[in-house]
């Protein structure tokens, strides 16, 4: 069998490998899953104006992000629950990730642990995406853990107080099955997705554990647990970005949650350049959400993004093929980042600026 030749190929080629729930839980979104669509179609509304006689006999895809090096622009973004779509789920994702030089962001409710994704990193960051709970021994517990286990910031998820209406997994009355745990907080307090009559368990976890009160002035509480930097993810406006700088927050990630939380939220792209206007260089900026193609990179980084997350792109190559899968996707997202920059004239990210893109 021929490998897939695009993301998307990777797509229809999961859907073959996944259970309906597993299916479900991956692809959807939120409500009418309006913001889910417009993520992708996000992308289209922009076009390229290419500069040519350009030497672009040799590209340079590396940056640095939190004085971090990394090999490319193009990051793995925190996705629960790996498993369901691979028996090694996180670990498989993690050792793809060092094998290309892709930093990856571990999921609070991943399926492989703390330390058991730690064990795979060689010289490629990892970051923890973080959940504040109710119990915030429990928060503690798990920032001191990625912090032990050589994660190199973290990331907190502030979109999502409470789940976002996701009806696909409402009608799935979606859990975990058999034999699959919470394998960051089981040992912690023994917290499961609950399985709930005409509901998503995830839905009814979230209302039970995770904390809706928290605010900006957390964020002081959550800097006095740890010497890592820290990303706030889920940041759409302009105003909440120069709040996360004055809060000395070191980066954002903007996001909608990939269309999962607030139904007819902006696309997170069309929310980047007043985020980048107010904000600048004071700190880093990345974005997610609707990525699938080198040319959505290329478009994202010239409208000021420092790097881009990808995440369902990476749930189809684990269901498809495991580590392989993983690798692979990341390749062909990699390699047609590196075509566009050519075709682009643009020799190194540094080059990549506003007036590529209109």
């Known amino acids: ?65 939190l004085g ?47 330390e058991e994704v730690a064990n795979e990193r060689k010289n490629i960051p990892q970051w923890f995406q973080l959940y504040i709970h109710k119990d915030r021994s429990l928060t503690r517990n798990l920032v001191e853990r990625a912090e032990k286990s050589g994660f190199s910031a973290l990331c907190l998820t502030v979109d999502a107080p409470l789940l976002g209406r996701r009806e696909r997994d409402r009608h799935n009355q979606f859990t975990l099955p058999s034999g699959m745990e919470l394998a960051n907080l089981t040992a912690i307090k023994d917290l499961a997705i609950p399985e709930t009559v005409g509901e998503s368990g995830l839905f ?65 792209l069309d929310a980047l350049p007043e985020i980048v206007k107010t904000v600048g260089d004071r700190i880093e900026i990345l974005i997610d959400g ?3 193609r080198g040319t959505d990179v290329l478009k994202a980084l010239a409208l000021g993004a420092k790097a881009v997350l990808v995440g369902r792109p990476i749930l189809w190559g684990l269901a498809v093929s495991g580590e392989a899968g993983v690798r692979h996707v990341l390749e062909l997202l990699r390699d047609e980042l590196d075509l566009a920059m050519a075709l682009s004239g643009c020799p190194s990210l540094r080059d990549i600026d506003a007036r590529l893109i209109t």
Not at 80 to 101: N, S
Not at 218 to 237: A, F, M, V, Y
């Open 68 to 114: 971090q090096s990394l090999s490319m622009p193009i990051l793995i973004a925190p996705m629960a629950f790996q498993c369901l779509a691979h028996r090694e789920g996180e670990v498989a994702t993690a050792k793809a990730a060092q094998e290309i030089g892709a930093a990856m962001v571990l999921s609070t409710l991943s399926t492989k642990s703390i």
């Open 204 to 268: 009814t976890y979230f209302a039970q554990q995770i904390d809706p009160s928290i605010t900006w002035g957390d964020l002081e509480w959550l800097r006095s647990q740890t010497q890592l930097p820290i990303l706030l993810k889920g940041i759409l406006r302009g105003d909440n970005a120069k709040k996360a700088v004055e809060y000395g927050v070191q980066g954002i990630i903007v996001s909608n949650h990939g269309g999962r939380q607030l139904d007819g939220a902006i696309a997170s």
């Open 290 to 292: 609707g990525i699938r």
């Open 1 to 65: 069998m021929s490998l897939p030749i695009n993301l998307f190929e990777y797509e229809s080629l999961a859907k073959k490998h996944l259970s309906q729930m597993a299916l479900d839980y991956y692809n959807s979104g939120a409500g009418d899953e309006l913001t889910l669509q417009d993520n992708r179609a996000a992308f289209d509304r922009y076009r390229l104006r290419p500069r040519m006689l350009i030497d672009v006999s040799q590209r340079d895809l590396t940056t640095t992000i």
